[in-house]
């Protein structure tokens, strides 16, 4: 696997033939606090970028990495999180099969609910799309309190508006009630 994703600007702001298209987003925040079989978090979630691009995603902005203490157990090992914005052909379900293949590529082992995990990773929105798709639920519904995600989004689409309740992520990001310890790493 490869190790980097150079090719990807950090902090790019998303454009489309040169105009903003925040409506059309479809947002990924993708998570770890255990490093597996890679040296740190930080390469973990590098190398699960890599892997974005053979499963037909192209990551077209991505945030910095952002630290934050475990949720709900502070005990557990601290997160390391981000956010990106892509292009995909996918449906939101093959979008979510897709992510899960590449959850499972990392060892992801799903226990106990919130437990450490070797990769994470959420749809977030998937354009202006809202509502339940069988069992996927539109924007994420925990995702506009949780500053971990709300703040990454905020470096790289601080005007991205937000499909049910209308506020930008600036805006959630800084009302935030979870992870309230989130914040760029060095």
Same mark, same amino acid.
């Given at each position: 696997?490869?190790?980097?994703?150079?090719? /990807?600007?950090?902090?790019?702001?998303?454009?489309?033939?040169?105009?903003?298209?925040?409506?059309?987003?479809?947002?990924?925040?993708?998570?770890?606090?255990?490093?597996?079989?890679?040296?740190?978090?930080?390469?973990?979630?590098?190398?699960?970028?890599?892997? #974005?691009?053979?499963?037909? /995603?192209?990551?077209?902005?991505?945030?910095?990495?952002? &630290?934050?203490?475990?949720?709900?157990?502070?005990?557990?090992?601290? #997160?390391?999180?981000?956010?990106?914005?892509?292009?995909?052909?996918?449906?939101?379900?093959?979008?979510?099969?897709?992510?899960? &293949?590449?959850?499972?590529?990392?060892?992801?082992? &799903?226990?106990?609910?919130?437990?450490?995990?070797?990769?994470?990773?959420?749809?977030?929105?998937?354009?202006?799309?809202?509502?339940?798709?069988?069992?996927?639920?539109?924007?994420?519904?925990?995702?506009?309190?949780?500053? #971990?995600?709300?703040?990454?989004?905020?470096?790289?689409?601080?005007?991205?508006?937000?499909?049910?309740?209308?506020?930008?992520?600036?805006?959630?990001?800084?009302?935030?009630?979870?992870?309230?310890?989130?914040?760029?790493?060095?």
């Amino acid at each position: 696997m490869e190790k980097g994703s150079s090719e /990807i600007d950090v902090h790019a702001s998303v454009e489309i033939d040169g105009a903003p298209d925040l409506d059309s987003a479809v947002i990924v925040a993708l998570g770890c606090n255990d490093k597996g079989a890679w040296a740190d978090c930080r390469e973990a979630l590098e190398a699960s970028l890599a892997r #974005f691009r053979s499963e037909g /995603i192209d990551v077209v902005a991505r945030s910095s990495w952002w &630290r934050s203490a475990a949720w709900p157990d502070p005990a557990d090992p601290p #997160f390391l999180n981000g956010v990106v914005i892509v292009r995909t052909e996918h449906e939101p379900h093959d979008l979510m099969a897709a992510l899960g &293949r590449i959850e499972e590529a990392f060892g992801r082992q &799903r226990g106990r609910p919130n437990a450490p995990r070797t990769l994470d990773l959420d749809l977030i929105a998937y354009g202006r799309l809202t509502g339940q798709l069988d069992a996927l639920v539109v924007p994420h519904p925990r995702a506009a309190d949780r500053k #971990f995600v709300m703040g990454p989004l905020a470096e790289i689409a601080p005007a991205w508006i937000h499909p049910l309740n209308g506020r930008t992520a600036a805006d959630l990001a800084n009302s935030a009630s979870v992870g309230i310890d989130a914040a760029p790493g060095r």
